[in-house]
Every structure is written in structure tokens, then in C-alpha cells.
Nanobody, 119 residues
Framework: QVQLVESGGGLVQAGGSLRLSCAAS????????MGWYRQAPGKQRELVAT???????NYADSVKGRFTISRDSAKKTVYLQMNSLKPEDTAVYYC?????????????WGQGTQVTVSS
């Protein structure tokens, strides 16, 4: 059973920074990719950033240059460093892990952590 536990959310003023952590129950390299998604009230969940097992990163256009995804393999943890935060970054942030097999694709999700950016 895969468990993903997020932490690091909170309330921050616009222009500030936060670092989210996602601790996995097994090696981050055991997943084809890990990433962060977010969902604001009344909106669909959207991709923020992903990191493949081959260390390829991908970012939503809205966060490029401000957010950085990284991992600490020894701690089985993926991070999302968020700088220059804007009120529109306010959302619940979810950690995601993907395992792709011949038969199917497995998506695992954390419980989410709230990020609120005040203007």
C-alpha cells in the first residue's frame, strides 16, 4: 500500500515562499513519476509540477520560474519550493505518484495541504 503524506502548507503573504514536502512510503524512484497538483475552490484539479524517475521536470506555465520540484531519495521525499507566491496560487496542493505497468496505470494521492496566499 502506497502512502503519500504532504506537509508544509500554510498562510503566507504575496511575494513570500513556502516549501511543501511529500513523504512516500517507499523509494521515490519506484514510481515512474511524482508530482504536485492543486485545486482551488470551484476549479478543477490542475498540474503544478512533475518529476520523473529519470529526473525530468515539467511545470505549469503559471508557475515556471517561481516553483521548483526536487527530491531527496534518502528521505523518500519530494519537495515543491514555491517562491514569489501570488494570491492565485491559493489552493489545496496534492502530491501524486504514478506507476505505469503493461496492464494499467496506478495513481496515488496524498490527503492534500492547504496553501493560502494573502494579498
Amino acid at each position: 500500500q502506497v502512502q503519500l503524506v504532504e506537509s508544509g502548507g500554510g498562510l503566507v503573504q504575496a511575494g513570500g515562499s513556502l516549501r511543501l514536502s511529500c513523504a512516500a512510503s517507499r523509494s521515490t524512484f519506484s514510481f515512474n513519476a511524482m508530482g504536485w497538483y492543486r485545486q482551488a475552490p470551484g476549479k478543477q484539479r490542475e498540474l503544478v509540477a512533475t518529476l520523473t524517475s529519470g529526473s525530468v521536470t515539467n511545470y505549469a506555465d503559471s508557475v515556471k520560474g517561481r516553483f521548483t520540484i526536487s527530491r531527496d531519495s534518502a528521505k523518500k521525499t519530494v519537495y515543491l519550493q514555491m517562491n514569489s507566491l501570488k494570491p492565485e496560487d491559493t489552493a489545496v496542493y496534492y502530491c501524486n505518484a504514478v506507476v505505469i505497468t503493461i496492464a494499467t496505470t496506478y495513481n496515488y494521492w496524498g490527503q492534500g495541504t492547504q496553501v493560502t496566499v494573502s494579498s
